[in-house]
């Protein structure tokens, strides 16, 4: 007391100082809950937010595309290619689930896109054989020949142009896979940090197909595909299949397989993803390996062909130069 009177500071000063700090104390920590609030009740409901407002525009453009493709459809079915398939009844004689699986997965999903194939295996066997057929008959290419060989030509070079869309369909998708089984590894590395940061699973893929566009335009594609199918499909279920029917890759199916499993017994989802990942790492790693391990073989005929022989006039020339030239 003697201490603080002789700085002019009062008791009755400092205790009404120290009930001042106590009582702002005392409400600030019952206020302060109320004033922040729940940090994990206000992200859950950002995340639910978020899934409506990407459910209703998904849903939005699904509606405006279908009403443009129906009408569009319907336009182009009524096309001479249209009336050519339906005359010669093509989609019972040559299309089957097999080659609709093959468009799908080539990233040929419409039925117009069925229509003109069929229309070009038609159109192409007619016009590769009249063009054997004026080259061989009317110009005389293989004049020598029997004629029964130049009319087996004939019809190879027709049935090569009946088979020419089913190459075309098979390089689109041999093509369409390769890029999907290289960038897929590193989606399920993005999949996994959206969804253990939180995002709803429809929000992760559609921050995945942003993300992984630049690295390959047909998952990104599907995964867009697939995210306005989750908000459109009744069943979510439904929704992976369908990529998994898209894709024919068994790591995408392996990886829908733990998805609808996670959603179905409640497991954790990134366990799953992060070892489903490692996975895939390994086997694109592996492939990797398998392609340089084939190299060496691959080059010994090119190196024999071209490679020793150059190296043989460049060591055996001038020798043989001087020994030409001496008298």
Do not use: H
């Not at 290419?141 to 004939?154: G, T």
């Not at 390089?171 to 999907?180: A, E, F, G």
């Not at 897929?184 to 996994?192: C, G, I, S, T, V």
């Not at 992984?212 to 047909?218: A, E, F, M």
């Amino acid at each position: 007391m003697d201490f603080l009177s002789s700085f002019g500071v009062s008791p009755q000063a400092v205790v009404g100082v120290l009930v001042a700090v106590a009582v702002f104390t005392t409400l600030v920590s019952v206020a302060m809950p109320i004033i922040v609030g729940n940090p994990l009740k206000s992200r859950m409901k950002a995340v639910a937010l978020e899934r409506e407002q990407v459910r209703a525009r998904e849903r939005a453009r699904l509606n405006a595309e279908k009403e443009t493709r129906g009408a569009s459809l319907r336009q182009r079915e009524e096309g001479f290619a249209a009336k050519v398939v339906a005359v010669l009844d093509l989609k019972k004689a040559l299309a089957d689930e097999k080659t609709i699986q093959n468009l799908r997965v080539a990233g040929l999903r419409s039925k117009r896109a069925l229509t003109m194939f069929l229309f070009a295996r038609v159109v192409l066997s007619l016009a590769f054989l009249v063009l054997g057929a004026l080259y061989i008959f009317g110009l005389g290419l293989l004049a020598e020949s029997p004629f029964m060989l130049r009319l087996a030509v004939c019809v190879g070079v027709g049935y090569a142009g009946f088979y020419a869309p089913i190459i075309y369909v098979s390089n689109l998708k041999s093509k369409r896979i390769l890029s999907i089984t290289r960038a897929w590894p590193d989606a399920l590395d993005l999949l996994l940090i959206c969804v253990e940061s939180g995002n709803s699973i429809e929000a992760a893929f559609r921050r995945v197909a942003d993300e992984i566009g630049i690295q390959s335009v047909p998952l990104a594609e599907e995964l867009v595909l697939l995210t306005a199918e989750l908000s459109y499909l009744p069943e979510r279920r439904q929704a992976y299949e369908n990529l998994t029917q898209r894709t024919g890759l068994e790591a995408v199916r392996s990886v829908c397989m733990a998805l609808i499993q996670a959603e179905r017994y409640g497991t954790p989802l990134g366990t799953a993803l992060r070892t489903l990942s490692q996975e895939n790492r390994d086997a694109r790693m592996n492939l990797a390996e398998k392609k340089a391990a084939a190299l060496p073989p691959k080059l010994t005929v090119p190196m024999i062909v071209f490679f020793l022989p150059v190296l043989f006039a460049v060591i055996i020339g001038p020798a043989i130069i001087q020994t030409v030239g001496m008298p």
